[in-house]
């Protein structure tokens, strides 16, 4: 098995059992804040990633690239703002994500300018991870912001949108996630999904432009 086999399964496994516990976590305790405690009673308030896994979706992340993890469920009456509560709360998952990717590019950009510098290639290769790492981040806040049920995007939507709107959604929802699924399996969202997340993955490397020149000043 060459070295690119062994990080595309490496990354199959962080996002199984790291990007998405930690993504479902958020929800989780997005819901318990904001007054809603059926996640803790349903043990989903944990950082354990047996608690987050679905066994079907972590197969198919594994063997074809596309899963998901176990929803995490919540009481929307519980909430003193219903539509803020949903929103905030399904907000929580790609929110971690970003910050996840966040840290992912900093430690890549250490790690690479270790490797430089100490002339290593098990550093670099370790910069590689982090860099695999901030990519999975990204494209799952990316994918999880796309407003279509039923993804977190469609509910931070619904904070904005009318009752009708969400009956809308509400009776044709299946249909929705049906041809949404098709579209992504058929690779008609490539594309404009990869410019999304190259878009963010910018952005990121903007918010960390401090990282090079401290760095820099350390080892050079």
């Given at each position: 098995?060459?070295?690119?086999?062994i990080?595309?399964?490496?990354?199959?496994l962080?996002?199984?059992?790291?990007c998405?516990?930690i993504?479902?976590?958020a929800?989780?305790?997005?819901?318990?804040?904001?007054?809603?405690?059926?996640?803790?009673?349903?043990?989903r308030?944990?950082?354990?990633?047996?608690?987050?896994?679905?066994?079907?979706?972590?197969?198919?992340?594994?063997?074809i690239?596309?899963g998901?993890?176990?929803?995490?469920?919540?009481?929307p009456?519980?909430?003193?703002?219903?539509?803020?509560?949903?929103?905030?709360?399904?907000?929580?998952?790609?929110?971690?994500?970003?910050i996840?990717?966040?840290?992912?590019?900093?430690?890549?950009?250490?790690f690479?300018?270790?490797?430089?510098?100490?002339?290593?290639?098990?550093?670099?290769?370790?910069?590689?991870?982090?860099?695999?790492?901030?990519?999975?981040?990204?494209?799952?806040?990316?994918?999880?912001?796309i407003?279509?049920?039923?993804?977190?995007?469609?509910?931070?939507?619904?904070?904005?949108?009318?009752?009708?709107?969400?009956?809308?959604?509400?009776?044709?929802q299946?249909?929705?996630?049906?041809?949404?699924?098709?579209?992504?399996?058929?690779?008609?969202?490539?594309?404009?999904?990869?410019?999304?997340?190259?878009?963010?993955?910018?952005?990121?490397?903007?918010?960390?432009?401090?990282?090079?020149?401290?760095?820099?000043?350390?080892?050079?």
């Open positions: 098995m060459d070295a690119q086999k990080l595309d399964y490496g990354a199959k962080i996002v199984i059992f790291m998405i516990p993504h479902e976590y929800h989780a305790w997005a819901a318990t804040k904001l007054g809603d405690d059926t996640p803790r009673y349903q043990g308030l944990t950082l354990n990633p047996l608690a987050h896994l679905d066994p079907i979706g972590a197969l198919c992340i594994f063997f690239g596309f998901w993890g176990k929803p995490v469920q919540v009481n009456i519980r909430f003193n703002k219903y539509r803020k509560g949903m929103a905030l709360t399904a907000a929580a998952g790609p929110i971690s994500n970003i996840m990717g966040l840290i992912g590019i900093i430690l890549y950009k250490l690479y300018i270790l490797s430089i510098v100490q002339l290593s290639e098990p550093l670099w290769y370790v910069a590689l991870i982090f860099y695999y790492f901030t990519a999975i981040n990204v494209g799952l806040a990316v994918f999880n912001l407003p279509v049920p039923p993804l977190d995007g469609e509910k931070i939507l619904s904070y904005f949108t009318s009752n009708k709107v969400d009956r809308f959604l509400a009776q044709y299946n249909y929705i996630a049906i041809g949404f699924i098709i579209l992504v399996v058929t690779g008609v969202l490539d594309r404009p999904i990869g410019w999304l997340q190259s878009g963010m993955f910018w952005i990121m490397d903007k918010l960390t432009f401090w990282v090079n020149p401290i760095l820099e000043a350390i080892f050079y």
